[in-house]
């Protein structure tokens, strides 16, 4: 099995987080991966969950403040 270089989650777009989260999310309901392997695929799957959120917190941090702003 070759391995691909990942991109680290910090670096991800929400698009390529989310996109990438969906396809770990495949591959751990397949359950087609050796344990060890799962493992790692939650805590990738973790990391990613993670960066969306970040990313949602801070587009809905932006909507605030132009709501506020619109109100003022």
């Known amino acids: 099995m070759s391995e691909k270089k990942q991109t680290p989650v910090a ?6 987080a989310r996109d990438e ?3 770990v999310v495949a591959q751990l309901e ?3 991966v050796a344990l060890e392997a799962s493992m790692l695929l939650w805590e990738r ?3 990613l969950a ?3 959120e970040e ?3 801070g587009a809905r941090k932006k909507l605030d403040e ?3 702003a ?3």
């Open 11 to 16: 670096e991800l777009s929400y698009e390529a």
């Open 21 to 23: 989260l969906t396809q």
């Open 30 to 32: 397949a359950g087609s």
């Open 45 to 47: 799957a973790e990391a």
């Open 50 to 52: 993670a960066r969306c």
């Open 55 to 57: 990313h949602l917190g």
């Open 66 to 68: 132009v709501i506020a």
């Open 70 to 72: 619109k109100q003022k």
